[in-house]
């Protein structure tokens, strides 16, 4: 494989242009593991405290009335400067976050359980104890993502 650098004068954020003849299962895997290499910590805020929180310790990503929080696997939960579809950017191409519904994006490494009783939904159960629900309209794409 080649590998080329080009400086571009006002390009401003860096970004990857992978060309090949076809695309591919190598291809993909490669596209997701530079993908998941923008996933560094996150900086979070609860009242006057501040933490850096690692993608791995994050049970799921919420939206609340106009603020958006991680909720971590030690219970906490830490206000985020990002919005919804940042975070989405940001995870869900690696394949490591999937966004359930228009207010909710989880850790599919942290899933431990599935309820497909309900008619239309998916209920989810991360570390155990914490339930989410699949939205009716992200339901296919959820199925699809886990092999389901």
Not at 27 to 45: F, I, N, V
Not at 57 to 85: I, N, P
Request: glycine fraction near 12%.
């Amino acid at each position: 494989m080649r590998v080329e650098f080009r400086p571009e004068p006002g390009c401003g954020e860096p970004y990857l242009v992978l060309v090949a003849e076809e695309r591919s299962g190598e291809t993909d895997a490669l596209m997701a593991k530079l993908s998941a290499l923008g996933t560094g910590p996150l900086p979070g805020r609860r009242g006057d405290e501040a933490r850096l929180l690692g993608p791995e310790e994050v049970l799921r990503f919420y939206g609340g009335t106009k603020e958006v929080f991680a909720h971590c696997a030690d219970g906490s939960e830490w206000q985020l400067r990002e919005r919804l579809y940042e975070l989405e950017e940001r995870f869900c191409p690696g394949g490591a976050f999937l966004r359930i519904s228009n207010s909710e994006i989880v850790n599919v490494k942290r899933v431990t359980g599935l309820d497909l009783s309900l008619a239309g939904t998916i209920r989810m159960t991360l570390d155990g104890e914490v339930v989410c629900y699949v939205s009716r309209r992200y339901v296919k794409k959820i199925k699809k993502a886990l092999g389901i």
